[in-house]
């Protein structure tokens, strides 16, 4: 099978209006964005492609692909990939090198499913105040899959990993277009890597992968920021040593031994370590933000809550900017890693603003900060609001 993207990458918006592969829209102040293999999705950046879902799509359990948000660093991205001649290239400290075909890992190991969020590190960076550079994303720069694929550690099996190696580092078919720019390259510790769950997706939805989200492989990682979620997998190496490339040492680096990636803006923590699993975060879906509710009227509130895959104990609400907090109730989960659906009944008596809070908690009692700010904007998860309007 062949997969083509016929994004043109564009450099300005005045080139875009003459294009028709690419087609942007506005709607309210968000810049909307047609991509191959895409509905409309919000615009952050063309070159390399950033697109963020729309935040009605969270009404569902799952993301659909076609409106999966997309998260590239480096702008020369393969534009076409050949399934049929794609390799995954698995070597360094192992006993036996592996050079596999995607019909190599559909046929010769056993398919593994799993339902987990993929978040990026930076979703909702553009809520942190004081503000910070980086993509400004909303709450769409994440989404729920259920992907299918080989755990890693057969592959690794297969590979006669070297039990005492210390890291996996993953590549990608992206590679820098300027010299001097560090190639994408994550890595995870051996244990971790072999923990069963940790796995290389070739199908997402029970469909091929977008080409913009990694197609062929991506690697999945439950419980993990996406940063680590690497696409176009096409190279495994296995680290006697530690593995210390850039996008492990320098980027995607919080705050050491801090809770929720917390740090103080005044006086920034001295020791950084990288980005790990995620941390305890809920939001409201819907109604929209200053959406007006009517004197009387039964409203559902609606909106999503997660972790890193301990699961979430309780959700609360607060409908008086959280003076008090009432109790949420929880759908059924969807399993560990994925997110869970709230809904939260309320019949306003009163005319006025509302400013509503939500806060997750999950089953080892961690919870959401009132305040949270960190120089990168990762790990957004400052207690949320939303202000309702009733007439
Ligand atoms: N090869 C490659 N993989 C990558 C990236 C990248 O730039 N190149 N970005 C990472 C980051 S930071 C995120 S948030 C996720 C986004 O995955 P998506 O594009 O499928 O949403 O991919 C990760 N994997
Ligand atoms: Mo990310």
């Given amino acids: 099978m062949r997969f083509k993207i016929l994004i043109l990458f564009l450099f300005?918006?005045?080139?875009?209006?003459?294009?028709?592969?690419?087609?942007?829209?506005?709607?309210?102040?968000?810049?909307?964005?047609?991509?191959?293999g895409k509905d409309e999705m919000i615009l952050l950046t063309e070159r390399a492609p950033n697109l963020e879902t729309p935040l009605h799509y969270f009404l569902l359990d799952y993301t659909p692909n076609e409106v999966f948000f997309?998260?590239?660093?480096?702008?020369?991205?393969?534009?076409?990939?050949?399934?049929?001649?794609?390799?995954?290239?698995?070597?360094?400290?192992?006993?036996?090198?592996?050079?596999?075909?995607?019909?190599d890992l559909k046929e010769k190991f056993k398919p593994y499913t799993l339902s987990s969020l993929c978040v990026c590190a930076g979703n909702a960076r553009s809520f942190f105040n004081p503000r910070v550079a980086g993509a400004q994303w909303k709450n769409g720069g994440m989404g729920n899959a259920k992907w299918t694929g080989v755990k890693l550690k057969d592959i690794l099996e297969?590979?006669?990993?070297?039990?005492?190696?210390?890291?996996?580092?993953?590549?990608?078919?992206?590679?820098?277009?300027?010299?001097?720019?560090?190639?994408?390259v994550k890595s995870l510790k051996l244990p971790h890597a072999m923990d069963g769950e940790?796995?290389?997706?070739?199908?997402?939805?029970?469909?091929?992968?977008?080409?913009?989200?990694g197609f062929p492989l991506k690697l999945v990682v439950p419980g993990y920021y996406a940063t680590y979620w690497v696409g176009m997998l096409n190279e495994i190496k296995v680290y006697d040593t530690a593995y210390n490339g850039y996008w492990m040492k320098k980027a995607y680096t919080v705050p050491s031994?801090?809770?929720n990636g917390n740090e103080n803006h005044d006086s920034l923590a001295k020791k950084t370590e990288p980005i790990g699993k995620m941390d305890v975060r809920s939001i409201f879906v819907s109604p929209e933000p200053n959406a007006t509710l009517e004197l009387g009227e039964n409203n559902e509130l609606n909106g999503l809550a997660f972790d890193g895959g301990d699961?979430?104990?309780?959700?609360?609400?607060?409908?008086?900017?959280?003076?008090?907090?009432?109790v949420a109730k929880l759908n059924p989960s969807l399993g560990k890693?994925?997110?869970?659906?709230?809904?939260?009944?309320?019949?306003?008596?009163?005319?006025?603003?509302?400013?509503?809070?939500v806060k997750a908690t999950n089953i080892k009692g961690e919870t959401q900060p009132p305040h949270q700010w960190n120089r990168s904007g990762y790990m957004r998860n400052?207690?949320?609001?939303?202000?309702?309007k009733v007439k």
Avoid at 75 to 100: C, H, Q, S, W
Avoid at 163 to 179: E, Q, R, S, Y
């Fill in 12 to 36: 300005s918006f005045a080139l875009l209006s003459c294009n028709t592969e690419y087609t942007t829209s506005n709607t309210n102040t968000e810049e909307m964005v047609k991509a191959e």
């Fill in 70 to 103: 997309v998260r590239w660093h480096l702008a020369n991205m393969p534009k076409e990939i050949d399934e049929d001649t794609f390799k995954l290239r698995v070597g360094g400290a192992v006993g036996k090198p592996l050079l596999l075909s995607i019909k």
């Fill in 158 to 184: 297969m590979a006669e990993v070297n039990p005492k190696a210390l890291d996996v580092a993953f590549n990608g078919a992206d590679a820098p277009p300027l010299a001097g720019v560090a190639d994408f």
């Fill in 198 to 213: 940790v796995m290389i997706a070739y199908e997402m939805n029970g469909k091929p992968l977008p080409l913009l989200n």
């Fill in 257 to 259: 031994g801090l809770i």
């Fill in 311 to 326: 699961g979430i104990q309780k959700v609360e609400i607060s409908s008086d900017n959280g003076k008090t907090w009432k």
């Fill in 337 to 357: 890693y994925s997110w869970r659906r709230w809904k939260y009944k309320w019949k306003p008596t009163q005319t006025g603003t509302y400013k509503f809070m």
């Fill in 382 to 388: 400052e207690i949320e609001t939303l202000e309702l």
